[in-house]
């Protein structure tokens, strides 16, 4: 009895369709980014969707909210 399969015989895991399937949907995401006037004029690239780009963006938020929360602050100090 034979327990082995051969590799030619192996169909693809449900997991490798699945990753092809996203890889292919994060390709045709980034190219309407791409190609988007919007998005050209805005200046945002692919690079803003990805986690990099998007921890980015959150620590800019966060120092522009720390920096209007003392402006707003020191308008209420009274000298």
């Not at 969707?49 to 100090?77: K, R």
Request: charged share 15%.
């Amino acid at each position: 009895m034979q327990n082995s399969i051969q590799l030619r015989q192996a169909q693809p895991t449900m997991l490798q369709q699945l990753e092809t399937l996203v890889k292919s949907m994060r390709q045709k995401f980034d190219q309407k980014i791409s190609d988007s006037e919007l998005c050209q004029v805005l200046g945002i690239t692919p690079w803003h969707f990805s986690l990099q780009g998007l921890a980015y963006t959150a620590a800019l938020f966060l120092v522009l909210l720390v920096v209007c929360g003392v402006a707003e602050w020191l308008d209420g100090v009274r000298l």
